[in-house]
C-alpha cells in the first residue's frame, strides 16, 4: 500500500476546530480533503482530539452523525453524546474503568451524555448511576 504525504497541519487545526460548531465549513473541508475525517489535533500536553469528539463534547448531533456516516471512527464519547444506550453499556461492561477515562480537554463522558440533550437522557441515567 503506497504511503500518502501527511494532511498538512493548520488544514487538520481547521477541521477540528470547525466540528466545534461550524457545520458548513466541515461539510466544505471533508469535500476538500476527505482523510479529514479520522484526523487529529493535538492541543498540547496530549490533550488529542477528532472532529468527531469536538462535536461530541459540544452536542452537535448533526455534525456528529455527518462524519459518522462519511466513516469516522465511532468511540464511546460520540456514542454517549448520541444517546446509544446499548453501545455505552457494552463498552462499559467490557471495560469498566472507562468510565472514568477523560475525553478531549479532559471532559469526562458523563458531560457528553449532558450535551446529547433528552437524546442521551437514558445514557445519563445510567452513567449518573455508575459513579
Given at each position: 500500500?503506497?504511503?500518502?504525504?501527511?494532511?498538512?497541519?493548520?488544514?487538520?487545526e481547521?477541521?477540528?476546530?470547525?466540528?466545534h460548531?461550524?457545520?458548513?465549513r466541515?461539510?466544505?473541508?471533508?469535500?476538500?480533503?476527505?482523510?479529514?475525517?479520522?484526523?487529529?489535533?493535538?492541543?498540547g500536553?496530549?490533550?488529542?482530539?477528532?472532529?468527531?469528539?469536538?462535536a461530541?463534547h459540544m452536542?452537535r448531533?448533526d455534525?456528529?452523525?455527518?462524519?459518522?456516516?462519511?466513516?469516522?471512527?465511532?468511540d464511546?464519547?460520540?456514542?454517549?453524546m448520541?444517546?446509544?444506550?446499548?453501545?455505552?453499556?457494552?463498552?462499559?461492561?467490557?471495560?469498566p474503568?472507562a468510565?472514568?477515562?477523560?475525553g478531549?480537554?479532559?471532559?469526562?463522558?458523563?458531560?457528553?451524555?449532558?450535551?446529547?440533550g433528552?437524546?442521551a437522557k437514558e445514557?445519563?441515567e445510567?452513567?449518573?448511576?455508575k459513579?
Amino acid at each position: 500500500m503506497e504511503k500518502k504525504p501527511a494532511l498538512e497541519l493548520k488544514l487538520v487545526e481547521e477541521f477540528v476546530s470547525n466540528a466545534h460548531g461550524n457545520f458548513e465549513r466541515v461539510q466544505e473541508l471533508l469535500a476538500q480533503e476527505p482523510a479529514l475525517v479520522n484526523a487529529t489535533w493535538d492541543w498540547g500536553g496530549g490533550d488529542f482530539e477528532t472532529a468527531l469528539g469536538a462535536a461530541s463534547h459540544m452536542g452537535r448531533k448533526d455534525i456528529a452523525s455527518f462524519l459518522l456516516e462519511r466513516g469516522a471512527r465511532l468511540d464511546i464519547f460520540a456514542a454517549t453524546m448520541l444517546g446509544k444506550l446499548d453501545v455505552v453499556k457494552a463498552a462499559l461492561e467490557a471495560y469498566p474503568d472507562a468510565i472514568n477515562t477523560p475525553g478531549p480537554h479532559g471532559i469526562p463522558l458523563i458531560a457528553h451524555a449532558q450535551a446529547g440533550g433528552e437524546d442521551a437522557k437514558e445514557v445519563f441515567e445510567f452513567l449518573a448511576g455508575k459513579k
